[in-house]
């Protein structure tokens, strides 16, 4: 989205508000839900690990937190209303101020490179558990381990 020129109408610019702005609530809900869950210390791994995995979570989740407040100040702070797929309209409540707009841009932008570098590390460190730790890890992601009735795993 970052090299798509401001000046001209583009469909992908609209696709991309809609899809936000039609997932905002559950986004949300999914960031209260991570924070809410602890981040087990698993065998083997050191404190320094634990801590880095935690640490890159957070960061993740702050970055996510941050764009769902910079895009629709973005769009806003323009003066324009957010469209939802033509299907409805979420008004501006400020109108135009252009120096707000152009500080969210800023963090919106700066925002989704932190995402990208910290889903890569994320990534890369999956698979360090899978193809060198071989442990659970990789497969925790993909399946919830199961709970017995007093609630440990």
Same mark, same amino acid.
């Given at each position: ?36 869950? #602890?981040?087990?210390? @698993?065998? +083997? ?7 880095? %995995?935690? $640490?890159? &979570? ?44 152009? #500080?969210?841009?800023? @963090?919106? +932008? ?7 570098? %910290?889903? $890569?590390? &994320? ?31």
């Amino acid at each position: 989205m970052q090299g798509i020129p401001e000046d001209a109408p583009n469909p992908l610019v609209d696709i991309h508000i809609s899809i936000a702005a039609s997932t905002w609530l559950l986004i949300w809900i999914r960031i209260g839900w991570r924070m809410k869950t #602890v981040h087990p210390l @698993l065998n +083997g791994q050191t404190r320094f690990a634990h801590y880095s %995995a935690k $640490l890159l &979570h957070y960061v993740l989740l702050a970055a996510i937190a941050v764009m769902l407040i910079s895009g629709p100040t973005m769009v806003w702070t323009a003066g324009y209303p957010i469209e939802v797929f033509g299907w409805f309209a979420i008004p501006s409540p400020t109108g135009e101020i252009t120096w707000v707009n152009e #500080v969210a841009h800023q @963090l919106h +932008g700066s925002c989704a490179d932190v995402i990208v570098i %910290a889903f $890569l590390i &994320h990534v890369g460190s999956a698979f360090k558990h899978l193809m060198f730790n071989n442990d659970e890890t990789f497969i925790r992601m993909l399946v919830a381990p199961k709970r017995n009735k007093s609630g440990s795993e």
